[in-house]
C-alpha cells in the first residue's frame, strides 16, 4: 500500500505475517509528513500488530519526526506491543539519532527487516533460572 503525500513522502506498508506490520517511509521525514507516518503506525497498533519502521529510504529526518517516533514507541509500549526501527545504517539518520542521543532511547535494530519481523512473529521463551 502507498500513501503519497506532499513533496514526494509516502509510506509503504505490508503485513507479511498477520502479528506484524512493516512500514516503510520514503523521502523526507519532517514536521508535514511525520502525522501521516504517526496514523499508520497507530493503525497497526490498533490491530495488535507489532510495527517495524524500515528508515533506509528516508533521506531527511527533523525534530519533528523523531518527536513522532518517540510518541509511537510509547504507544506501542502502552499496548504491550513492540515498535523496531530498521534500516538507520545512512547518514541521513544515523547521525541526527547519534547527535540526539535517541540512538539509547529508540528501539533500533542493527539487523534486517526481515529478520526483525521473524524475532517477532516467533518470539523466543524467557528462560528463567
Do not use: K, Y
Not at 528501539?107 to 523466543?124: D, G, M, N, Q, Y
Amino acid at each position: 500500500m502507498i500513501s503519497p503525500a506532499p513533496g514526494g513522502f509516502e509510506v509503504r506498508a505490508h503485513v507479511p505475517v498477520p502479528t506484524v506490520a512493516v512500514l516503510r517511509p520514503e523521502g523526507e521525514l519532517d514536521m508535514v509528513t511525520s502525522p501521516e507516518l504517526v496514523v499508520r503506525v497507530e493503525f497497526h497498533l490498533d490491530q495488535e500488530r507489532h510495527v517495524v519502521v524500515d528508515l533506509r529510504d528516508v533521506d531527511l529526518l527533523t525534530s519533528n519526526a523523531l518527536h513522532a517516533l518517540l510518541a509511537v514507541h510509547a504507544a506501542a509500549q502502552r499496548r504491550g506491543l513492540r515498535l523496531r526501527l530498521t534500516g538507520t545504517d545512512h547518514t541521513a539518520v544515523t547521525r541526527v539519532l547519534g547527535q540526539t542521543g535517541l540512538d539509547a532511547v529508540l528501539p533500533i535494530s542493527a539487523s534486517s527487516t526481515e529478520e526483525v519481523v521473524a524475532a517477532l512473529a516467533h518470539p523466543r521463551p524467557v528462560q528463567r533460572d
